[in-house]
């Protein structure tokens, strides 16, 4: 436990998932206050990660969101900032995978994979700026992806949304470069979570023997490098991509 981020307020996509759930413990652990937004995953279950983290004396409130459409991430934030005051922190984690090689996949599921890993970050990016600017302070970080950087048979809209975050941290960095906000992202390799688990063990074991560290990273890992980002004292860091891979990209 730290104070690194005591008094800050930061706002969580996709928080009840096993990326967004380390990352919320990790930034409430140094203090921060949280808004911790879910959509797919069972009312109950957000409900009992809810008690779980406030019965370590975390300070949090959960928000069920559709962040894929601008007026419901747009009422997240409005929602986050009358409860807490301010959003201080930004991690767009919120994402979804619909694999199908090119020539199987519906027009329905690029839309989707798109919407949600994609525009949700304009859309969420969007809503906090504009008090990010008055106050002169602000962290964004965008979950990429190493599928972004080198590409993934059968992801062609994953692959495409998470290459587009890269794209639209750089140019927003630039934009707030000397505003007081940073800008950065985070891609993640292959992480252990109930999406990587769907992958059939035979196939995982081939993806890991392509790992140059011989294992899948720990959603903590990934966590780490989200914090250290959102540190008052990364002030110097912007528009960049921090990978958290084993080396699989360099």
């Known amino acids: 436990m730290g104070d690194s981020l005591k008094e800050r307020v930061a706002l969580v996509t996709g928080a009840v998932g096993g990326i967004g759930r380390a990352i919320a413990v990790h ?20 409900k009992a990660f809810l008690t779980e983290f406030t019965q370590q004396g975390f300070r949090a409130k959960l928000y069920k969101a559709d962040v894929s459409k601008f007026e419901d991430a747009t009422q997240l934030v409005e929602r986050v900032i009358k409860d807490f005051g301010r959003i201080d922190i930004l991690v767009n984690n919120a994402g979804i995978t619909m694999d199908r090689t090119l020539k199987n996949m519906t027009p329905d599921q690029w839309e ?15 809503a906090v700026i504009g008090q990010m ?49 940073t800008v950065n992202a985070v891609a993640p390799g292959f992480v252990k979570t109930a999406m990587t688990g769907q992958i059939p063990k035979e196939i995982l074991d081939k993806i890991v023997e392509t790992i140059p560290v011989g294992r899948m990273a720990e959603p903590g890992e990934v966590a780490r490098a989200v914090l250290f980002l959102a540190d008052e004292k990364s002030s110097y ?12 990209y360099m």
């Open 112 to 126: 989707k994979v798109i919407a949600v890993d994609l525009s949700s970050v304009f859309y969420c990016s969007k």
């Open 133 to 181: 600017l008055e106050r002169g302070y602000g962290r964004i970080i965008g979950i990429s992806s190493v599928v972004g950087q080198k590409g993934n048979i059968g992801q062609t809209n994953y692959a495409a949304a998470k290459a587009a975050i890269i794209g639209f941290t750089k140019a927003l960095a630039l934009e707030t470069a000397k505003k007081g906000i």
């Open 237 to 248: 860091i912007t528009g960049q991509v921090v990978n958290v891979n084993g080396g699989l």
């Open 27 to 46: 930034l409430a652990q140094e203090g921060a206050a949280l808004g911790l937004h879910y959509l797919v995953e069972p009312d109950e279950v957000a």
